[in-house]
C-alpha cells in the first residue's frame, strides 16, 4: 500500500475579550490529515499505477499551514483557513483521501501527525529541574571516547547536520535541563521519552490527559529531545527533560473533514501564556513554540516578556509561507505571530526557518525578512520519522520498506531547543540572552555573506556554538590568555616536547564559560635547523689584511644572492649575518704569550678556537657542540683573550646577541620575529702532551626573555629570562700525520626567571655531544675527508612548573589552583651522521657532504632526513 504525507491546516477563530483587555482573543484550529500518497526517486515525481505518487526510501510527511496562534508546517503546500478560503499548492503532493488499506488506528495517527508537519514553532525548558551541579569544564579541541556514529543517528535529520557531536563529546546532552513545549500534548508511553516527562506537564486548556491527539507536540518533543538508545531517531538533547503543555482547545480537533480546511485543532493565545507562566515556574531554561498566526495578544505578550526576563531562551517557528499569495501574509517575512513572539521576547527570541539536508532554505519556509537579526535556520524539511506506538512506523510497498518523514518550521525550532538545552547544560552561568547570541553569532553563513534577508543569521551550528568566544583568560584571573595564538614556542633543543606533555588548566571565554586546556598541546615546536641549506645557498667572497702582529678578516656575503633570514641565521658554521658583511675577526698577538681576538657575527667558542689553533673539519649538517645554545642567535659581537702558560692556556671570553623565535602574541603566529636580548660569559683551559690535547671550560648564558630560547605567554611566565650554566669538555687527538680524531661534550643546567603563574624555577637539564675523525691528503696533499657523528644539545630533563587553574565552580565562580607540569622534555633525539671532503678543485674550492639524520630537531614524528649537497666556488 501507499505512504501517506500528512497535510495540515489551521484556521482562526475570533473570540471574547480576553482579561477585560479590550483586545479579541484569537482561537486557532488545526485540521486533520488529508492523507496523500507522494514519492520521490531522483526528484522527478511519477504516478504510481493507483494514481498516486511514491518516494522510494522515505515518505514526505507534510502539514498545511496554520493561521493565528498555531500554524502547523506543511512544506511547500498551505491552506489558509480564514473565512474558509484555502488554496493548495505544492510539488510534491496529489490531494486525495488516506489510502482504506490503513487501519482506523494508522488513520487516526496519521492525521495527527499530518499536524505535526504543520505547525512551526519554537522550545522551552522545564520540569522539576534543579540547577545542575558544575561539570568538568569541557575542552575545545576533545578527544571522542564515545562512538555516535551508529544507525540511529544517521536515521536521524539534524544532529549530524547541526554538529550536535561536537557537544556530546564533550559531555553536554542536555541533562538535568527542561525544554517546555506549548503545543498538541505529547505520547507519554514513547519510549525515546521515557523518564523524562516532567511531572509539570499539564493541560493549560482544560483538564485532559497529556495524550496528544494529533501527535504534533510527540514529533517536535522527539526532534528535541529524543534518546539515544539505539532504537528510532536521536534528539540534539537526548537527555533533557521534557515539559509538555496541551494547550488546543477540547474537542477542536475532532471533526475532521478533509474538503474543509476550517476543521482542525484551535488555540487561545490565553491558554499558550498560561503554558509560557507554568513553564517559567517549573523552571524551564527553554521553550519551544511551534505554532504560528496572527499577532499574540497582550496577555501572551506579556508571558513572552515575562519569560525573557526570568531568562528562559524563547525559540518560535517563522511559518510555512514561503510559497504562500496570501496577500495577508508575507512570505518574505516571519508571519505575524512570530514577528509578535519576537517583539515582545527580544533578545531571548530565536524565530526558527527551516533548511533542507543541503542546507538551502525550504521552499515553504518563510524568510528572515526585517527580523534576520534574530533568524536563525536549521533542519526542518524531510525530518525522520513518523513514529506509531513507541517506535518509527514503516510500510512495506513492492517488498521495499518506507517510512515517513515531516515537513514545517514546526520541527526546525525543536532542532534549536536543543541546541540551546545543550548550551544550557554545559554552562549553567549563560542567560538566556547570552545562550541566543551565541547561537545567533556562531552560525554557519548561508546564502549572501553575513546576515541576510533569507538565511538571517545562517545555519545552526552546535560545534561552533560550544566554542570560545571572545577574550580568554585564566579562570579565577584576570591574565589574558590567548586560544589564538600558541601558548608557547619550543626552541630546538626542546624538539617536539609538546607532543608528549599534558599540563591542563581552565580558561574562562567572554561568556564566563570554562573550557579545559592543554597548555602543551598548544605548543608551537620549532622548525628543525636548515643547516644543510644554509651551507649551499648563496655566495660569500673573503678578504684579509695583516699588519705585524695584527690581522684582520672578513666574510662578504652577496646580499642578492641570499635569503636575508638564513643569512642572519648562520652564516657558516660559527657567525650570522644579515648584511653585505657578514662577518668579521680582528686578531692581535699583545705579548708572545698574550693573543686577543674580536669578532663581528663571530661567535666566541669560534673565537677561542682560534686562538688555540684548533682546526677541525667543517660540516654542513653535523654540529660542533661546542658553541651549540640549543637555539638559532645572532651574535652581534664577540671577544677572546688568551693567555698561555707552561705547558696550558687559559682563554676568557664573552660574547653577546639575540635570540630569534617566531612572534607569539599574534593571531598569526608566523609574523615578524620578535628579538631578545642574549649574552654568554665563559672561561676555558686547555693542555696538550703530544698528540694529544684537552680543553675544559665552563660558561654561563644570559636570556633577558626567553628559556633557552622558548618563549611564552606572559600570563603563563611572565617576562620570562632565564640563566645557563654550561659546562664544556673536549679532547683531540693525532694518531698519525694525516689523522685527526676529535670528541665534545656539553652539559647544561638552565634555571628560568619566575614570573606569572610559575610555581619556583625548576631546572632543565642539557646534553649534547660531537665525535670525529679526519684524514688529510685523499686525493691531493691539502684535501680533507672527515666524519662525524652528534647529537646537537638536547633538553634530557626538565619542565616549566606552573600553579594554573585546573577546576572551576559555576556556583560559586571560582577556581581551583593546583600545580601542572609542562615538560620541555623531547621523544625524539636527533642524531646527525656526515661524511664530508673538502679540497681544491678547477681552480676554486669544492665542499662535498653526505648525511643521515634521525629524528631532525629532536622531532620524533618527522621521517628521517638524509642528502647529498656538493657546493664549488672560485675567486675572480
Known amino acids: 500500500m501507499g505512504g501517506h504525507a500528512a497535510r495540515l491546516f489551521l484556521a482562526r477563530m475570533d473570540g471574547p475579550p480576553v482579561n477585560g483587555g479590550g483586545e479579541t482573543g484569537t482561537a486557532y484550529r488545526v485540521d486533520r490529515v488529508r492523507a496523500t500518497v507522494t514519492r520521490m526517486g531522483n526528484r522527478a515525481l511519477t504516478p504510481s499505477p493507483n494514481g498516486a505518487t511514491v518516494i522510494p526510501a522515505r515518505f514526505f510527511v507534510s502539514a498545511g499551514a496554520l493561521t493565528g496562534a498555531c500554524r502547523t508546517g506543511r512544506g511547500p503546500a498551505r491552506a489558509r483557513g480564514a473565512r474558509g478560503r484555502s488554496r493548495e499548492t505544492g510539488e510534491w503532493m496529489t490531494s486525495g483521501r488516506t489510502r482504506t488499506g490503513l487501519t482506523e488506528r494508522l488513520a487516526a495517527s496519521l492525521s495527527a501527525l499530518a499536524l505535526l508537519a504543520g505547525c512551526g514553532g519554537g522550545g522551552s525548558g522545564g520540569g522539576p529541574i534543579s540547577t545542575p551541579t558544575p561539570v568538568p569544564a569541557p575542552t575545545p579541541t576533545p578527544t571522542p571516547t564515545v562512538n555516535f556514529n551508529t544507525a540511529e543517528f544517521r536515521t536521524s535529520d539534524g544532529p549530524e547536520q547541526h554538529d550536535a557531536v561536537a557537544a556530546w563529546q564533550q559531555g553536554a546532552t542536555g541533562r538535568g535541563v ?34 496528544s491527539p494529533d501527535g504534533h507536540g510527540t514529533q517536535v518533543a522527539l526532534v528535541a529531545a529524543a534518546a539515544r538508545n539505539n532504537e528510532g531517531v536521536v534528539g540534539i538533547a537526548y537527555d533533557a527533560t521534557i515539559i509538555a503543555f496541551r494547550a488546543d482547545q477540547p474537542g477542536s480537533c475532532d471533526g475532521f473533514d478533509p474538503a474543509n480546511p476550517t476543521t482542525g485543532c484551535n488555540f487561545n493565545d490565553s491558554d499558550i501564556a498560561r503554558g509560557v507562566d507554568l513553564a517559567v515556574a517549573a523552571g524551564a531554561r527553554v521553550i519551544n513554540i511551534s505554532l504560528g498566526g496572527s499577532t499574540p495578544t497582550f496577555v501572551l505578550r506579556n508571558a513572552l516578556s515575562e519569560a525573557a526576563a526570568a531568562g528562559a531562551v524563547i525559540v518560535v517557528s517563522a511559518g510555512n509561507d514561503g510559497e504562500g499569495i496570501d496577500p495577508a501574509i508575507d512570505p518574505d517575512n516571519p508571519d505575524p505571530f512570530a514577528i509578535g513572539v519576537l517583539r515582545s521576547g527580544g533578545s531571548s527570541v530565536i524565530v526558527a526557518g527551516s533548511v533542507d539536508a543541503a542546507s538551502e532554505i525550504s521552499v515553504f519556509s518563510n524568510k528572515a525578512g526585517t527580523a534576520a537579526s534574530s533568524f536563525l535556520a536549521a533542519r526542518g524539511e524531510d525530518v525522520c520519522c513518523v513514529y506509531q506506538d513507541g517506535e518509527i512506523y514503516t510500510e512495506t510497498q513492492d517488498g ?73 583568560t585564566l579562570a579565577g584571573s584576570e591574565l589574558p590568555l590567548s586560544l589564538v595564538a600558541a601558548a608557547g614556542m619550543a626552541s630546538p633543543a626542546m624538539g617536539d616536547a609538546a607532543r608528549r606533555a599534558a599540563a591542563d588548566t581552565v580558561v574562562l571565554d567572554g561568556y564566563g564559560r570554562a573550557y579545559q586546556v592543554n597548555l602543551a598541546g598548544r605548543m608551537q615546536q620549532a622548525a ?154 665563559g672561561i676555558a683551559a686547555d693542555a696538550g702532551k703530544g698528540s694529544l690535547t684537552g680543553t675544559i671550560g665552563a660558561s654561563w648564558l644570559r636570556e633577558d626573555a626567553t628559556l633557552l630560547g622558548g618563549s611564552f605567554q606572559r600570563s603563563l611566565a611572565g617576562e620570562g629570562g632565564a ?10 687527538w693525532s694518531p698519525g700525520k694525516r689523522w685527526n680524531v676529535g670528541a665534545a661534550m656539553r652539559g647544561g643546567l638552565t634555571r628560568p626567571e619566575t614570573g606569572g603563574l610559575m610555581a619556583g624555577n625548576a631546572a632543565l637539564h642539557s646534553m649534547g655531544w660531537s665525535v670525529d675523525a679526519a684524514r688529510t691528503g685523499i686525493f691531493a696533499s691539502t684535501d680533507r675527508l672527515a666524519l662525524r657523528v652528534s647529537q646537537p644539545l638536547r633538553v634530557e630533563s626538565g619542565s616549566l612548573v606552573l600553579n594554573v587553574p585546573v577546576a572551576y565552580d559555576y556556583a560559586s565562580e571560582t577556581a581551583t589552583m593546583g600545580v601542572t607540569h609542562l615538560s620541555l622534555s623531547p621523544t625524539g633525539r636527533e642524531i646527525a651522521t656526515e661524511l664530508a671532503w673538502e679540497g681544491n678543485v678547477w681552480g676554486g674550492a669544492m665542499t662535498a657532504s653526505l648525511f643521515y639524520r634521525r629524528d631532525p630537531g629532536h622531532i620524533a614524528a618527522i621521517a628521517d632526513d638524509m642528502g647529498a649537497g656538493l657546493r664549488w666556488s672560485r675567486s675572480f
Do not use: C, H
Open 178 to 211: 527542561g525544554i517546555a513545549i506549548i503545543d498538541t500534548g505529547i505520547d507519554r508511553d514513547n519510549p525515546e521519552l521515557a523518564g523524562r516527562i516532567s511531572s509539570a506537564s499539564a493541560d493549560v486548556a482544560a483538564s485532559r490527559s497529556l495524550d
Open 528 to 681: 628543525p635547523r636548515r643547516d644543510f641549506a644554509r651551507a649551499l645557498q648563496g655566495s660569500t667572497r673573503g678578504a684579509s689584511l695583516r699588519a705585524g702582529q695584527v690581522g684582520a678578516s672578513f666574510a662578504i656575503a652577496d646580499p642578492a644572492a641570499r635569503d636575508m633570514r638564513s643569512a642572519a641565521l648562520q652564516p657558516n658554521r660559527d657567525g650570522m649575518g644579515g648584511q653585505e658583511v657578514l662577518a668579521a675577526q680582528i686578531n692581535a698577538q699583545i705579548t708572545p704569550d698574550t693573543k686577543v681576538a674580536l669578532g663581528f657575527r663571530q661567535s666566541a667558542s669560534g673565537l677561542e678556537a682560534g686562538l688555540r689553533g684548533a682546526d677541525r673539519p667543517a660540516f654542513m649538517v653535523a654540529q660542533d657542540v661546542g658553541g651549540d645554545f640549543g637555539f638559532l642567535a645572532m651574535r652581534e659581537g664577540a671577544m677572546a683573550v688568551r693567555q698561555q702558560m707552561q705547558g696550558w692556556g687559559l682563554t676568557v671570553s664573552g660574547e653577546s646577541g639575540l635570540v630569534w623565535t617566531d612572534r607569539l602574541e599574534e593571531e598569526l603566529s608566523i609574523l615578524p620575529a620578535r628579538r631578545n636580548r642574549v649574552s654568554r660569559y
Open 723 to 732: 640563566d645557563s650554566l654550561f659546562v664544556d669538555a673536549g679532547v683531540e
Open 400 to 472: 521495499s520498506e518506507f517510512v515517513y518523514v515531516i515537513n514545517g518550521t514546526s520541527f526546525a525550532a525543536p532542532q534549536i531547543s536543543g541546541a540551546a538545552a545543550l548550551l544550557a547544560q554545559a554552562f549553567p552561568n549563560l542567560s538566556g540572552r547570552e545562550i541566543v547570541s551565541l547561537l545567533l553569532d556562531n552560525a554557519r553563513d548561508a546564502g549572501a555573506s553575513g546576515t541576510d534577508s533569507v538565511y538571517g543569521r545562517g545555519i545552526l551550528d552546535i560545534g561552533a556554538a560550544f566554542q570560545p568566544s571572545g577574550v580568554t
